[in-house]
């Protein structure tokens, strides 16, 4: 670890990894834990050894840990995004919900639904992967002619992000209610939830994440260079145009696998960056191994909240999600005005 990747860290990288990785350590067990029934820790981690009653087998291995699964997939993958985000536009509000990347994956993957009847994991992965990259380019396009970082560059990427995901979530509405078929995907595609996932559907569904993580990791220096400015960058010998084009290709894996899995979730990739940064600093590799884990920490904790408020029923994780990312989106909103 250099200097540079620890340049204004609050706390060591390392010790900054264990806190984030304790905190998912606990949200994993709190959502295999919680819900319609509540297990005791012990029966949760005899279950998983392979001993306890069959039924809280059944509970812990066939309902909760695929959902568990999803929710470590997913958070970590828009936490990463919105990291790879923020960083290459140097917008701190930027975020694949508030930039309606999750919004063009959720219509890709409704259209492919609707007009094709195209069902299978691997297919709607990479359909929603489609969707996100071009909306994310949409939305780059639209956003572009003000210099990067000002604040006027912030305000036009920001409302070209709301609206494509409004223009997106539009055609998604009028795709529901015009098929009865498709309408029982309403909530889950406008909404997001972790509820209704197998682990033969994750073994399909995890690549994009892996493979958009990797690539962010990979880029991770010449991210960093580029958030100090493209002149700047070309004077590292970074090419900042062949690097954007890559960090958004990581975008677009990274939403559109989260997407895929979970429906558009909002917010996790605008609040947890910032928390990660205040710990590690601004670098991207420590930033990707701090936002990771606290990202998947953060979906699965509001996962968990909503399966006990409303029990026996509950609230979808993106509603959650929504009461607790929109004052934050408020005060961040008033940080950068400032």
């Known amino acids: 670890m250099t200097k540079f990747d620890q340049a204004g860290a609050a706390i060591p990288i390392g010790r900054a990894t264990l806190l ?120 780059f396009i639209l956003g572009r002619g003000t210099k990067a970082g000002d604040r006027a560059g912030i305000l036009r990427l920001t409302l070209a992000g709301v609206a494509i995901s409004a223009l997106c979530m539009a055609f998604v509405s009028a795709i529901v209610l015009l098929d009865q078929d498709t309408r029982n995907l309403y909530r889950f595609w406008t909404i997001g939830s972790l509820a209704g996932d197998d682990a033969g559907r994750l073994v399909w569904l995890w690549p994009p994440v892996a493979a958009g993580l990797m690539l962010a990791a990979l880029l991770a220096r010449r991210i960093d260079a580029l958030a100090l400015g493209a002149e700047t960058a070309r004077s590292f010998g970074v090419r900042p145009e062949a690097t954007a084009a890559l960090a958004l290709l990581a975008v677009a894996l990274l939403a559109g696998g989260s997407v895929a899995l979970a429906g558009p979730i909002g917010f996790v990739g605008l609040i947890v960056p910032h928390l990660a940064r205040r710990l590690v600093g601004p670098s991207i590799l420590p930033g990707l191994l701090t936002a990771c884990p606290m990202g998947a920490a953060l979906l699965l904790g509001c996962d968990s909240i909503g399966r006990i408020v409303a029990r026996p029923a509950e609230i979808q994780t993106g509603i959650i999600l929504a009461l607790i990312g929109g004052p934050a989106f408020l005060a961040l909103i008033g940080r950068v005005a400032r």
């Open 20 to 139: 984030a990785m304790t905190m998912l350590g606990a949200a994993v067990m709190a959502s295999l834990a919680l819900g319609a029934r509540e297990l005791a820790l012990s029966e949760v981690w005899a279950a998983l050894m392979g001993g306890g009653s069959t039924e809280t087998g059944a509970i812990v291995m066939e309902m909760r840990l695929s959902r568990s699964l999803t929710g470590i997939a997913a958070g970590a993958a828009l936490a990463a995004a919105g990291l790879v985000m923020q960083q290459i536009t140097r917008n701190p509000l930027a975020d694949p919900g508030i930039l309606g990347v999750n919004a063009g994956a959720a219509l890709a993957v409704v259209l492919a639904i609707w007009l094709l009847d195209l069902t299978h994991p691997l297919t709607l992965s990479a359909i929603a992967v489609l969707g996100a990259g071009f909306a994310a380019l949409s939305v």
